[in-house]
């Protein structure tokens, strides 16, 4: 019923289809604009080119279905460009939240308006949002369980082709996003091991699992970019037929970056791992790729 109102029934082409196993999208060119739906679950996001299409949009939104109890979370929503709407509940007119920054933030995600780059909303996870969900496991295996924890760590972020397309994003924006993938994952697997029984694990062993982890988040980067969700990740290291733009050394340098500053921050004490993860025995200096 939605797109019937808000969408010039004349369109000359509309492409339906999933941008993942959980996300819908819906593309459609409509004489000289162009406007992209896409939904995850009950979180909508509308793109496009005619500011009265997207008014039209909210307004769509803001009235809800009242007969069966949907409505718009108002503390959620946000425009980049100023707009005011009736609050159903008061009849008063009240101004939408504006994004910050050119920065518009969705599922995570923070889309640049003015370039359409696309970064993590590194805030989401700021404080105790970082760990909220860390779930740790004291049934004996504690190599095996932190190895896995740290996949788990990163694979969410690493199935969001969003941040790791060359196509969106350029390669400074790229390398930005796999850091800052990996400073969150140290963030998880600090609070881990700090609330872990992680005592009879060597300083090797850590940092072993720390560089595997990255090689695991390379590979299925590499995958998803090239082949979407229809094949298997490659056990080899081909880099040169995968698709994506970070070099396996930079990657390699990124992450080690990523748990060396976490875990000095937070005052791990242990200096010999954080001699192992520190930059100036590693390769080169590379601090460039941060810039």
């Given at each position: 019923f939605l797109l019937g109102d808000?969408?010039?029934?004349?369109?000359?082409?509309?492409?339906?289809?999933?941008?993942?196993?959980?996300?819908?999208?819906?593309?459609?060119?409509?004489?000289?604009?162009?406007?992209?739906?896409?939904?995850?679950?009950?979180?909508?996001?509308?793109?496009?080119?005619?500011?009265?299409?997207?008014?039209?949009?909210?307004?769509?939104?803001?009235?809800?279905?009242?007969?069966?109890?949907?409505?718009?979370?108002?503390?959620?929503?946000?425009?980049?460009?100023?707009?005011?709407?009736?609050?159903?509940?008061?009849?008063?007119?009240?101004?939408?939240?504006?994004?910050?920054?050119f920065c518009f933030p969705w599922c995570g995600l923070l889309i640049d308006t003015k370039t359409c780059e696309i970064r993590l909303d590194h805030e989401r996870f700021s404080g105790l949002h970082a760990t909220d969900t860390v779930i740790i496991h004291r049934t004996g295996n504690e190599g095996w369980n932190l190895k896995k924890k740290m996949k788990d760590f990163v694979r969410p972020r690493?199935?969001?082709?969003?941040?790791?397309?060359?196509?969106?994003?350029?390669?400074?924006?790229?390398?930005?996003?796999?850091?800052?993938?990996?400073?969150?994952?140290?963030?998880?697997?600090?609070?881990?091991?700090?609330?872990?029984?992680?005592?009879?694990?060597?300083?090797?062993?850590?940092?072993?699992?720390?560089?595997?982890?990255?090689?695991?988040?390379?590979?299925?980067?590499?995958?998803?970019?090239?082949?979407?969700?229809?094949?298997p990740i490659s056990s080899s290291l081909n880099y040169s037929s995968m698709s994506f733009q970070l070099v396996w050394k930079d990657a390699l340098w990124l992450g080690r970056h990523a748990f060396h500053s976490v875990f000095q921050r937070m005052g791990y004490h242990h200096v010999d791992l954080l001699h192992l993860f520190s930059e100036s025995k590693r390769v080169a200096n590379q601090k460039y790729l941060l810039a």
């Open positions: 808000v969408f010039e029934k004349g369109s000359s082409h509309l492409i339906k289809g999933n941008a993942s196993t959980h996300c819908d999208a819906l593309f459609i060119q409509s004489h000289s604009d162009l406007h992209l739906l896409v939904r995850i679950v009950d979180d909508f996001l509308l793109i496009s080119t005619d500011k009265n299409t997207s008014t039209k949009f909210l307004k769509k939104l803001n009235k809800g279905i009242p007969k069966l109890g949907v409505k718009i979370n108002r503390d959620k929503s946000r425009v980049n460009y100023p707009i005011e709407l009736e609050n159903p509940n008061s009849g008063k007119m009240e101004k939408v939240k504006a994004c910050e920054n690493c199935c969001q082709k969003l941040l790791f397309s060359g196509r969106i994003n350029s390669l400074e924006m790229v390398r930005l996003n796999f850091y800052q993938t990996f400073l969150l994952c140290a963030v998880k697997t600090f609070y881990y091991m700090k609330h872990g029984s992680m005592n009879s694990l060597n300083h090797k062993f850590i940092y072993d699992a720390a560089c595997d982890t990255i090689q695991f988040a390379y590979l299925l980067i590499s995958s998803k970019l090239k082949h979407g969700d229809k094949k």
